[in-house]
């Protein structure tokens, strides 16, 4: 089945820098790859996606890649706030439409 | 609109007794899909409901099963509960078939099994 991996699984970067997310997966037919966001106590929430027919998508100051090839995926944001402080989830769809997600990203924003 | 509402928020069981979860999904969505958040483990994919049937099923044991009803609301079922049942159990809902279509998640059930 699917595997998905994320790297780093902690990150802490300073406001106003920017932070890089990275993930991979297993599965060459995967086609969908959508990153969640889960604040303390609060349920995951989609923040963007990404279908296999595109490199690269960007909502203001967040940006997903996709490299097929390599398989993997990157979540970029830019001027971090500390309200990014934040799990950040990826995941992926592979050949039964199932989707697997990866162990999650602990993000801190440091003041 | 409402979103994903789950039911209960808390609930606490002793070892070997059965619990049951409830979900009901944004109206209009038809597929109903169920994880299990433990700490540190991500979130693990236990089941997909679509139109009332089963469509698939995470690496889990027999004892965690469910059902998805005509007005796709769904219920989750752990019988002869275990300590490392222990973990908040998320309920997505999304528009149809397939992982294609965005999962919107509800606030979560949080299970101790004591």
Known sequence: GENVEQHPSTLSVQEGDSAVIKCTYSDSASNYFPWYKQELGKRPQLIIDIRSNVGEKKDQRIAVTLNKTAKHFSLHITETQPEDSAVYFCAATGANSKLTFGKGITLSVRP | ?114
């Open chain 2, 1 to 114: 609109e409402a979103g994903v509402t789950q039911s209960p928020t808390h609930l606490i069981k002793t070892r070997g007794q059965q619990a049951t979860l409830r979900c009901s999904p944004i109206s209009g969505h038809t597929s109903v899909y169920w994880y299990q958040q433990a700490l540190g483990l991500g979130l693990q994919f236990l089941l997909w409901y679509d139109e009332g049937e089963e469509r698939n099923r995470g690496n889990f044991p027999p004892r965690f099963s469910g059902r998805q009803f005509p007005n796709y609301s769904s219920e989750l079922n752990v019988n002869a509960l275990e300590l490392e049942d222990s973990a908040l159990y998320l309920c997505a809902s999304s528009l149809g078939q397939g992982a294609k279509n965005i999962q919107y998640f509800g606030a979560g059930t949080r299970l101790s099994v004591l």
